[in-house]
Structures are given as C-alpha cells and as structure tokens.
C-alpha cells in the first residue's frame, strides 16, 4: 500500500509520518511539504507549492490519503488565507485522491465543525467536511480531536490555557471534550484506514480516543 500525506510536519502530522513508515503495511509513503522531512528509505518526500497542488497529480499517486494541514488565524493573518489552507488546499489535495480512484481520504478536521456556525473556524471545517463528502472519494474517514496535546515548539497561548482549564475540570470533562494526544490521533487514523467499513464517518473526540489507544 502507499499512502499520501499533507501537513506532515504538524503536531499530529509528525506523529503520523512517524507511525505510516514504520506500519509494514505500507511499503511507500509520500509526503507533499513546504519544508523537508528526514529521509527513510520508504519515504518519497517532495517540495511542493500547495497553491498548485493540481499540477502534482504524477507523484501523488496512492491508496491512502491522509491530510492533517491546517493553520490558525494568527498564522495565516486573514480570514482569507486561513480559508485558502483550510479548505482550497484540502479540496485540492482530496481532488488528487478522487483522480487516483484512492480507496479512502482521512482528514483531520475539528471538534464542532459545521458549516452553519456563525464561527469563522468550525463554519470553515464544517464546509470543507461537507464539500469532500459531496466530491464522491470513494471512501473518507473525518476527525473531529478536541484540544490537542502533544510537544508543540511554537507556543499557542489559547491551547496553553485551554489545557489549564481541562486538567482543573478533568474529573467531570465527558471523554469527548477531553484534550486529545497528537499520536492517538494519528493512531486512531491508521486504524481507520484499514478498519473502517462505512463508506463516510465521522468520528468525534471520544471514538478518536478508543480507536487510536
Ligand atoms: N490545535 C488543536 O488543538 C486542534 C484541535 C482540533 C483540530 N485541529 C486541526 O487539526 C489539524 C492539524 O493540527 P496540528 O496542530 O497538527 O497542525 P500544526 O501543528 O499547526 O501543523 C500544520 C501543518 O499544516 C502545514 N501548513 C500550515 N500552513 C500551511 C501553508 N500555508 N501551506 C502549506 N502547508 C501549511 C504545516 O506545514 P509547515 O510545517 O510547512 O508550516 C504543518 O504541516 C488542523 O487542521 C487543525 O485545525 C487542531
């Protein structure tokens, strides 16, 4: 199996890498990245521009395409480009999985993704959810982590207080909301991968716990 990767050099991403090369059960993994990865010898890695993902359809061939790309407002510094990571280049890259007739798409999307949020962010990862489940993938799996935990090097300051309030009130916080680690998250993926038999789910925070303990 070979399997196709964006964003994989973010939090759950490195996990992801990580996991996908040493899982025997793929024998190539591709990597499209704006910065270079360390190399493996199942590793393809290629320096792509995301804002021509179309013109990479040659080397993006694959079974499974995993995408855990993504910014944050304060990144991107408008709604605008925020828009343009999120949901144009996810599009794109889910338009090379449907040329490639890939057997299953999984994205990283967000807890209280929907399109009719007054939100700005869960309205975005509502609609890209909604735009690749209308693109007619053969198979896609969604991800809704909660708040992630996991070794960041940039500092986030609402994450940072966000896991402050979760350890006060983890008692009583459902598994649902509770913060999720990076590497369970991709595990959970993986898993999905080869294991999911709907042809479209969606798997909220608590279900990404158990399949990826
Ligand atoms: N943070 C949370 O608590 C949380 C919770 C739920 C869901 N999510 C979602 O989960 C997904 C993954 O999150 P994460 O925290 O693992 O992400 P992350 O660490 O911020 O990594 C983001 C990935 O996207 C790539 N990327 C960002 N901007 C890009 C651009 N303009 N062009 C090309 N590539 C770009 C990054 O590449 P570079 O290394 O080249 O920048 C990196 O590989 C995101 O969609 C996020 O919205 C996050």
Do not use: W
């Not at 199942?42 to 040659?58: A, G, M, P, R, T």
């Not at 300051?157 to 983890?170: L, N, T």
């Not at 459902?174 to 999911?196: C, D, S, T």
């Amino acid at each position: 199996m070979k399997a196709v990767i964006i964003g994989a050099t973010g939090l759950i991403g490195t996990e992801l890498i990580k996991d996908l090369l040493s899982d025997e059960r793929y024998n190539k993994v591709v990597a499209l990245t704006r910065k270079p990865l360390s190399a493996h010898p199942k590793l393809e890695n290629h320096i792509v521009k995301f804002d021509v993902l179309e013109e990479y359809v040659e080397i993006s061939k694959g079974d499974h395409f995993y995408c855990a790309l993504g910014t944050t407002i304060k990144q991107a510094k408008s709604k605008e480009y925020f828009y343009t990571v999120d949901y144009t280049y996810v599009y794109e890259f889910a338009k090379l999985a449907k040329l490639h007739l890939a057997e299953r798409f999984l994205l990283v999307s967000s807890q209280g993704a929907n399109q009719k949020a007054n939100i700005f962010y869960p309205k975005v990862k509502g609609e890209i959810e909604e735009a690749i489940r209308s693109l007619g993938l053969v198979s896609t799996s969604v991800f809704r982590p909660s708040l992630l935990l996991g070794d960041r090097k940039e500092f986030r300051s609402g994450e940072e207080i966000g896991k402050k309030i979760a350890r006060f009130f983890s008692p009583i916080i459902p598994l649902k909301y509770k913060p999720i680690h990076a590497e369970v998250v991709a595990r959970a993926m993986i898993n999905a991968a080869f294991k999911q038999v709907d042809k479209h789910k969606i798997y909220e925070s608590n279900e990404i716990q158990m399949l990826g303990k």
